[in-house]
């Protein structure tokens, strides 16, 4: 039973270049989450979505970040013009619906901007 | 100030031994979830509680929802325990879940 997976562990973009980070839910989880961490904020959410539909985008920065789930097996987070201080692990995590407090998280990615 | 506020920040344990990891609440929790981020990054699912308690093995958790706090229980502490444990509160509509900053473990031989 395979867990929440993401793709690409690391990434290491130069400033300015854009980031496309993947994820796929747990089989049969209906929501979806994102969440950055950060030695100096911790963990942070950043946007949910549930059975595609975004929910709640409270979390993201205005500007650069944007995340679809154009189904329901994967979601991708893309961050446009990257800045050093995006370096962060995005994590990914799903939940069944009407569990919702209950997340499963994926292994993150790693992403440096240099 | 910080909603969920881990204590402590830092704990060391000879193996074999017993300690309690503390999360307090300052927004209005229903859930808490427990987790363990390994070396290599993962958060691993230890509890997720509704008010009341939980066991599994060496671990036992507890949430009290009207005193807004939540402990982990660790007992006869072993290597592999070592890490940093996480208590994520969950609470409202928006399903978010908000994280304390940590207790970072190392269980020594």
């Known amino acids: 039973n395979a867990g929440v997976i993401q793709t690409p562990r690391h990434k290491v973009t130069g400033k300015g270049q854009e980031a496309t980070l993947w994820c796929e839910p747990i089989?049969?989880?209906?929501?979806v989450f994102w969440y950055r961490q950060t030695i100096v904020q911790g963990l942070e959410f950043l946007t949910y979505?549930?059975?595609?539909?975004?929910?709640?985008d409270s979390g993201m920065p205005k500007e650069r970040f944007s995340a679809q789930m154009p189904n329901q097996s994967h979601s991708t987070l893309k961050i446009q013009s990257t800045q050093p201080q995006d370096s962060a692990v995005y994590l990914c995590?799903?939940?069944?619906?009407?569990?919702?407090?209950?997340?499963?998280f994926g292994p993150g990615t790693r992403l440096t901007v240099l | 100030g910080d909603k969920v506020k881990q204590s402590p920040s830092a704990l060391s344990l000879q193996e074999g031994t017993n300690s309690a990891l503390r999360c307090n609440f300052s927004i209005a929790a229903t859930t808490v979830q427990w987790f363990l981020q390994n070396p290599r990054g993962s958060l691993i699912n230890l509890f997720y509680?509704?008010?009341g308690t939980k066991e599994n093995g060496r671990l036992k958790s507890a949430f009290d929802s009207k005193e807004s706090y939540s402990t982990l229980h660790i007992r006869d502490a072993q290597l592999e325990d070592s890490g940093t444990y996480f208590c994520?509160?969950?609470?409202?509509?928006?399903?978010?879940?908000?994280f304390g900053k940590g207790t970072l473990l190392t269980v020594t031989p």
């Open positions: 979505f549930r059975n595609q539909a975004p929910i709640d």
């Open positions: 509680l509704v008010p």
């Open positions: 995590a799903s939940s069944l619906e009407g569990q919702e407090y209950e997340q499963y």
């Open positions: 994520a509160a969950g609470g409202g509509s928006n399903y978010k879940l908000t």
């Open positions: 089989s049969g989880h209906s929501a």
